[in-house]
């Protein structure tokens, strides 16, 4: 009996001692210096303007993007993010590609849960003359998540996106999409 009790305290003590040393490394992947390189999934209609991986079809109208975003920490907990993507869709009549950018910030409260805020903007061929005229998409994106932390230097970040339309003549339309984010951290 006295052994089962002195294994039990062992383990006890040794799963104590872990847990803190894993205490004391939550959020450093997040720390002052690190570097964050992204990519999101979106579930939702792609806008015209998107540095997630998607597809989506609607009738007639095909899209697809593909992106990815990088992000430096310049402070614990803060990171300043560049954004770009490829854009490409087709109505059944015409297709037309576009490139998009993203500039923003992320701020991991408490360590794990990232608040975003950043606009988004495009440019190419489906802004000139083409599927949608001459007007460009341009938006305020704002999202908010949990980051599960797989270790020192993987995340899985499922969140929730509103994108606040900047451009009336584009679009009118905002939206709010489910977002799956797959992050390295070094």
Not at 2 to 28: C, H, P, R
Not at 70 to 85: H, Q, R
Request: aromatic letters at 12%; charged letters at 15%; one cysteine or more.
């Amino acid at each position: 009996m006295k052994k089962i009790i002195l294994t039990m305290a062992a383990v006890f003590a040794v799963s104590f001692a872990n847990a803190q040393d894993k205490e004391k490394s939550t959020g450093s992947q997040t720390a002052k210096g690190k570097w964050l390189i992204e990519a999101n999934t979106g579930f939702g209609a792609i806008q015209g303007a998107s540095t997630f991986i998607g597809y989506s079809s609607q009738g007639d109208l095909k899209a697809m993007s593909i992106g990815g975003e990088a992000g430096y920490f310049v402070m614990d907990n803060l990171a300043i993010k560049l954004g770009l993507g490829y854009n490409s869709f087709d109505n059944g009549i015409a297709d037309a590609s576009g490139f998009a950018y993203k500039v923003g910030a992320k701020y991991y409260i408490m360590g794990n849960i990232p608040v975003q805020v950043d606009y988004t903007g495009a440019s190419g061929d489906l802004y000139e003359g083409g599927i949608n005229g001459d007007d460009t998409p341009s938006y305020l994106g704002l999202q908010a998540g949990y980051a599960i932390f797989l270790g020192e230097n993987v995340s899985v970040e499922p969140g929730l996106r509103y994108n606040m339309s900047m451009n009336d003549d584009f679009t009118e339309d905002d939206q709010f999409q489910l977002c799956v984010g797959f992050a390295l951290h070094f």
